[in-house]
T-cell receptor
Protein backbone atom coordinates (compact mmCIF):
# COMPACT_ATOMS: atom_id res chain seq x y z
CA UNK A 1 0.00 0.00 0.00
CA UNK A 2 1.46 3.36 -1.01
CA UNK A 3 1.97 5.85 1.77
CA UNK A 4 1.22 9.55 1.94
CA UNK A 5 3.08 11.42 -0.79
CA UNK A 6 4.26 15.01 -0.52
CA UNK A 7 6.16 17.36 -2.78
CA UNK A 8 8.44 19.13 -2.90
CA UNK A 9 10.67 17.69 -0.16
CA UNK A 10 12.62 20.91 0.25
CA UNK A 11 11.93 24.51 -0.61
CA UNK A 12 13.90 27.69 -0.04
CA UNK A 13 12.21 31.04 -0.67
CA UNK A 14 12.68 34.64 0.31
CA UNK A 15 10.29 36.38 2.66
CA UNK A 16 7.21 37.84 1.00
CA UNK A 17 7.34 35.20 -1.75
CA UNK A 18 4.64 32.57 -2.13
CA UNK A 19 4.94 28.79 -1.95
CA UNK A 20 2.66 25.80 -2.43
CA UNK A 21 2.86 22.26 -1.11
CA UNK A 22 1.10 19.22 -2.48
CA UNK A 23 -0.15 16.10 -0.71
CA UNK A 24 -1.65 12.83 -1.92
CA UNK A 25 -3.08 10.77 0.97
CA UNK A 26 -3.38 7.03 1.27
CA UNK A 27 -6.02 5.72 -1.10
CA UNK A 28 -9.42 5.50 0.59
CA UNK A 29 -8.54 7.80 3.47
CA UNK A 30 -11.31 10.34 3.88
CA UNK A 31 -9.58 12.60 6.39
CA UNK A 32 -6.52 14.70 5.56
CA UNK A 33 -4.47 16.89 7.88
CA UNK A 34 -1.83 19.55 7.40
CA UNK A 35 0.61 20.16 10.25
CA UNK A 36 3.42 22.62 10.85
CA UNK A 37 6.39 21.30 12.79
CA UNK A 38 8.96 23.79 14.00
CA UNK A 39 12.33 22.32 14.95
CA UNK A 40 12.26 20.87 18.45
CA UNK A 41 8.45 20.99 18.73
CA UNK A 42 5.58 18.65 18.11
CA UNK A 43 3.41 18.90 15.00
CA UNK A 44 0.78 21.64 15.19
CA UNK A 45 -2.45 21.11 13.30
CA UNK A 46 -3.15 23.76 10.68
CA UNK A 47 -6.23 22.32 8.96
CA UNK A 48 -8.26 19.13 8.83
CA UNK A 49 -10.40 18.01 5.87
CA UNK A 50 -13.11 15.37 5.83
CA UNK A 51 -13.42 14.46 2.14
CA UNK A 52 -13.42 17.92 0.53
CA UNK A 53 -14.90 19.81 3.48
CA UNK A 54 -13.01 21.68 6.20
CA UNK A 55 -13.53 20.20 9.67
CA UNK A 56 -11.09 22.35 11.62
CA UNK A 57 -9.02 25.35 10.53
CA UNK A 58 -8.96 27.16 13.84
CA UNK A 59 -5.15 27.33 13.94
CA UNK A 60 -4.61 28.26 10.30
CA UNK A 61 -3.28 31.83 9.87
CA UNK A 62 -5.88 32.68 7.29
CA UNK A 63 -4.34 36.02 6.36
CA UNK A 64 -1.48 34.20 4.65
CA UNK A 65 -2.23 30.47 4.60
CA UNK A 66 -4.83 28.73 2.46
CA UNK A 67 -5.59 25.10 1.71
CA UNK A 68 -7.93 23.18 -0.50
CA UNK A 69 -8.93 19.62 -1.23
CA UNK A 70 -11.19 20.08 -4.22
CA UNK A 71 -12.00 16.49 -5.21
CA UNK A 72 -11.61 14.94 -1.80
CA UNK A 73 -8.27 13.36 -2.63
CA UNK A 74 -5.18 15.53 -3.25
CA UNK A 75 -4.64 18.69 -1.28
CA UNK A 76 -2.53 21.83 -1.61
CA UNK A 77 -1.37 24.19 1.11
CA UNK A 78 -0.27 27.68 0.11
CA UNK A 79 1.56 30.42 1.94
CA UNK A 80 1.40 33.94 0.55
CA UNK A 81 3.33 36.00 1.52
CA UNK A 82 5.83 33.97 3.53
CA UNK A 83 7.44 35.24 6.71
CA UNK A 84 10.68 34.19 8.35
CA UNK A 85 8.74 32.45 11.13
CA UNK A 86 7.11 30.14 8.58
CA UNK A 87 10.37 28.19 8.33
CA UNK A 88 9.35 24.70 9.41
CA UNK A 89 8.52 21.23 8.15
CA UNK A 90 5.02 20.98 6.73
CA UNK A 91 3.57 17.54 7.25
CA UNK A 92 0.56 16.04 5.58
CA UNK A 93 -1.22 13.12 7.22
CA UNK A 94 -4.30 11.04 6.53
CA UNK A 95 -6.58 8.71 8.42
CA UNK A 96 -9.37 6.38 7.37
CA UNK A 97 -11.92 8.84 8.72
CA UNK A 98 -12.36 11.36 11.51
CA UNK A 99 -13.18 8.64 13.98
CA UNK A 100 -9.75 7.10 13.35
CA UNK A 101 -7.87 10.35 13.92
CA UNK A 102 -5.88 8.72 16.73
CA UNK A 103 -4.00 6.73 14.09
CA UNK A 104 -2.68 9.01 11.40
CA UNK A 105 -0.26 8.20 8.60
CA UNK A 106 2.24 10.94 7.86
CA UNK A 107 4.04 11.86 4.68
CA UNK A 108 7.76 12.68 4.60
CA UNK A 109 7.09 16.41 4.87
CA UNK A 110 8.29 19.51 3.08
CA UNK A 111 11.13 21.39 4.75
CA UNK A 112 10.58 25.10 4.11
CA UNK A 113 13.30 27.65 4.68
CA UNK A 114 12.34 31.32 4.42
CA UNK A 115 15.30 33.70 4.09
CA UNK B 1 -7.61 24.21 25.12
CA UNK B 2 -5.18 21.39 25.55
CA UNK B 3 -1.71 21.20 27.08
CA UNK B 4 0.64 18.27 27.42
CA UNK B 5 3.83 17.81 29.39
CA UNK B 6 6.52 15.24 28.73
CA UNK B 7 10.24 15.18 29.55
CA UNK B 8 12.43 16.77 26.91
CA UNK B 9 15.18 14.15 26.98
CA UNK B 10 15.76 10.63 28.27
CA UNK B 11 18.92 8.55 28.01
CA UNK B 12 19.11 4.77 28.46
CA UNK B 13 21.37 1.86 27.52
CA UNK B 14 20.77 -0.91 25.06
CA UNK B 15 18.67 -3.73 26.48
CA UNK B 16 17.22 -1.59 29.24
CA UNK B 17 13.63 -0.49 29.87
CA UNK B 18 12.58 3.15 29.68
CA UNK B 19 9.33 4.88 30.56
CA UNK B 20 8.26 8.18 28.98
CA UNK B 21 5.56 9.99 30.93
CA UNK B 22 2.90 12.33 29.64
CA UNK B 23 0.50 14.45 31.63
CA UNK B 24 -2.25 16.40 29.96
CA UNK B 25 -4.92 19.00 30.50
CA UNK B 26 -7.80 19.08 28.09
CA UNK B 27 -11.35 20.31 28.01
CA UNK B 28 -12.70 17.15 26.38
CA UNK B 29 -10.55 14.04 26.47
CA UNK B 30 -11.09 11.25 24.00
CA UNK B 31 -7.84 9.29 24.04
CA UNK B 32 -4.04 9.36 24.07
CA UNK B 33 -1.83 8.38 21.15
CA UNK B 34 1.92 7.88 20.91
CA UNK B 35 4.08 8.56 17.88
CA UNK B 36 7.74 7.95 17.09
CA UNK B 37 9.79 10.26 14.89
CA UNK B 38 13.38 9.66 13.80
CA UNK B 39 15.48 12.69 12.89
CA UNK B 40 14.46 13.90 9.46
CA UNK B 41 11.65 11.38 9.29
CA UNK B 42 7.88 11.37 9.52
CA UNK B 43 5.99 10.63 12.74
CA UNK B 44 4.77 7.03 12.86
CA UNK B 45 1.92 5.75 14.99
CA UNK B 46 2.87 3.49 17.90
CA UNK B 47 -0.10 3.06 20.21
CA UNK B 48 -3.47 4.40 21.34
CA UNK B 49 -5.30 4.30 24.67
CA UNK B 50 -8.97 5.20 24.67
CA UNK B 51 -9.67 3.51 27.99
CA UNK B 52 -7.72 3.13 31.23
CA UNK B 53 -5.15 0.40 31.36
CA UNK B 54 -2.25 -1.07 29.49
CA UNK B 55 -1.96 -1.70 25.76
CA UNK B 56 0.90 -3.91 24.58
CA UNK B 57 2.38 -4.03 21.11
CA UNK B 58 5.56 -6.07 20.96
CA UNK B 59 8.34 -4.31 22.85
CA UNK B 60 6.20 -1.20 23.33
CA UNK B 61 3.41 -0.74 25.85
CA UNK B 62 1.28 2.29 26.65
CA UNK B 63 -0.69 3.04 29.78
CA UNK B 64 -3.49 5.50 30.52
CA UNK B 65 -5.11 6.73 33.72
CA UNK B 66 -7.90 9.13 32.85
CA UNK B 67 -8.56 10.02 36.49
CA UNK B 68 -4.93 11.18 36.84
CA UNK B 69 -4.75 12.75 33.33
CA UNK B 70 -1.60 10.70 32.89
CA UNK B 71 -0.15 8.19 30.52
CA UNK B 72 3.18 6.63 29.71
CA UNK B 73 4.98 4.79 26.96
CA UNK B 74 7.13 1.86 28.04
CA UNK B 75 9.90 0.63 25.78
CA UNK B 76 11.50 -2.71 26.64
CA UNK B 77 14.69 -4.38 25.40
CA UNK B 78 15.90 -1.08 24.02
CA UNK B 79 17.72 -1.16 20.71
CA UNK B 80 19.89 1.50 19.09
CA UNK B 81 17.20 2.03 16.46
CA UNK B 82 14.82 3.19 19.20
CA UNK B 83 16.80 6.44 19.41
CA UNK B 84 14.18 8.93 18.26
CA UNK B 85 11.69 11.50 19.51
CA UNK B 86 8.48 10.25 21.06
CA UNK B 87 5.32 12.35 21.11
CA UNK B 88 2.17 11.91 23.11
CA UNK B 89 -0.95 13.35 21.52
CA UNK B 90 -4.33 14.01 23.04
CA UNK B 91 -7.44 13.42 21.00
CA UNK B 92 -10.02 16.09 21.64
CA UNK B 93 -13.55 14.83 22.10
CA UNK B 94 -15.20 17.61 20.17
CA UNK B 95 -12.82 18.28 17.31
CA UNK B 96 -11.41 14.74 17.23
CA UNK B 97 -8.15 16.39 16.23
CA UNK B 98 -4.80 15.52 17.79
CA UNK B 99 -2.82 17.96 19.90
CA UNK B 100 0.81 16.86 20.17
CA UNK B 101 3.21 17.33 23.06
CA UNK B 102 6.62 18.84 22.47
CA UNK B 103 8.26 15.43 22.39
CA UNK B 104 10.79 13.42 24.36
CA UNK B 105 14.12 12.77 22.72
CA UNK B 106 15.33 9.27 23.61
CA UNK B 107 18.99 8.48 23.22
CA UNK B 108 19.97 4.82 23.46
CA UNK B 109 23.60 4.24 24.28
CA UNK B 110 25.59 1.03 23.71
Amino acid sequence: EAGVAQSPRYKIIEKRQSVAFWCNPISGHATLYWYQQILGQGPKLLIQFQNNGVVDDSQLPKDRFSAERLKGVDSTLKIQPAKLEDSAVYLCASSLDGGSSYEQYFGPGTRLTVT
Amino acid sequence: GQSLEQPSEVTAVEGAIVQINCTYQTSGFYGLSWYQQHDGGAPTFLSYNGLDGLEETGRFSSFLSRSDSYGYLLLQELQMKDSASYFCAVRDGGRRALTFGSGTRLQVQP
